[in-house]
């Protein structure tokens, strides 16, 4: 797993050059993979998919029940050639 920094101003604008292989950009993969989870999660909570209903959440900072439903996305893991991950562990962490 890769740690993404954006450094103490939290920028995260990192180049990708696509005629290269992904791992020479694999900080702007793993910073695109986090957006749009994010994207995703907040499109899904339009339709009902929020805190009670268990939204894929570590910290719910107050909004509902719960948290500790996170998901686990993975980008340039090392597994395969351009591989990706994407799971949710069980509330035990395995």
């Known amino acids: 797993m ?5 450094g103490a101003d939290l920028t995260f604008d990192f180049e990708a050059d696509l005629s290269e292989h992904a791992q020479d950009y694999r900080e702007a993969a ?4 986090f ?3 994010n994207v995703i999660h907040d499109v899904m909570a339009l339709y009902g998919f929020d805190e009670e209903a268990g ?9 509902g029940p719960g948290g500790g439903d996170h998901v ?4 340039a893991d090392g597994g395969g050639t351009n591989n990706a991950n994407f799971s949710t562990p069980a509330a035990d962490g395995s």
């Open 72 to 75: 686990r996305a993975e980008a």
């Open 2 to 6: 890769q740690d993404v920094d954006g």
């Open 55 to 63: 939204n894929f959440q570590a910290f719910n900072y107050g909004g």
């Open 35 to 37: 957006y749009m989870n």
């Open 30 to 33: 793993v910073t695109n993979l």
